[in-house]
């Protein structure tokens, strides 16, 4: 399975736009690129996720390398509650394999007052 | 909305004891998974199923077993507790590959076991 790879932590501050990149450079064409987060003492709860093109949502924006070997979760302004573990995941829908997704460590995401 | 619910939040068990942690989904999904999560390991996927009665083992099986006898509920077993088995259990669930919706996981909130 393709993996990802995401910086351990990142910190910012309160009502500012944050960017978590994910690096993804054995991505296969089929591949979905997912985002989860997961808020203290919570399970994993999707944000996004998207193909080749960029993608919007109430909660985020994703931003799709053109080589697809990379991407972006924007947050345009972060509050308190975004303070979470952020992971980016690869998902195929057309394998059965797909079933075993695998998830990294994740990014922390610290958001200042 | 989607939901799965995880019978137990908070569990206290002993060495040596059957442990029975309980699954729901109420979104008609084929494929139910256990993953447990430890610090600094991320999430690891113990067994999947992806039908009534079928499962496939994942990362880390061992001392673990599950069962799926209705499409809704999807169990995990801990036959005999030992103490490196205290972690955090999820449960999750999404529709089969090649349907819209089987981009997504939904996950429980979580269940904290600590076996003493």
């Known amino acids: 399975d393709a993996k990802t790879t995401q910086p351990n932590s990142m910190e910012s501050n309160e009502e500012e736009p944050v960017h978590l990149p994910c690096n993804h450079s054995?991505?296969?064409?089929?591949?979905?690129i997912h985002w989860y987060r997961q808020l203290p003492s919570q399970g994993p709860e999707y944000v996004i996720h998207g193909l080749t093109s960029n993608v919007n949502n109430r909660m985020a924006s994703l931003a799709i390398a053109e080589d697809r070997k990379s991407s972006t979760l924007i947050l345009h302004r972060a509050t308190l509650r975004d303070a979470a573990v952020y992971y980016c995941?690869?998902?195929?829908?057309?394998?059965?394999?797909?079933?075993?997704?695998?998830f990294g460590a994740g990014t922390r995401l610290f958001v200042k007052a | 909305d989607v939901k799965v619910t995880q019978s137990s939040r908070y569990l206290v068990k002993r060495t040596g004891e059957k442990v029975f942690l309980e699954c729901v989904q109420d979104m008609d999904h084929e494929n139910m998974f256990w993953y447990r999560q430890d610090p600094g390991l991320g999430l690891r996927l113990i067994y999947f199923s992806y039908d009534v009665k079928m499962k496939e083992k994942g990362d880390i099986p061992e001392g673990y077993s599950v069962s799926r006898e209705k499409k809704e509920r999807f169990s995990l077993i801990l036959e005999s507790a030992s103490t490196n088995q205290t972690s955090m259990y999820l449960c999750?669930?999404?529709?089969?590959?090649?349907?819209?919706?089987?981009?997504?996981?939904?996950f429980g909130e979580g269940s904290w076991l600590t076996v003493v």
């Open positions: 995941i690869l998902r195929d829908p057309l394998n059965t394999g797909g079933f075993k997704t695998i």
């Open positions: 999750a669930s999404s529709s089969p590959p090649g349907t819209v919706s089987g981009n997504t996981i939904y």
């Open positions: 054995t991505i296969s064409g089929t591949d979905y």
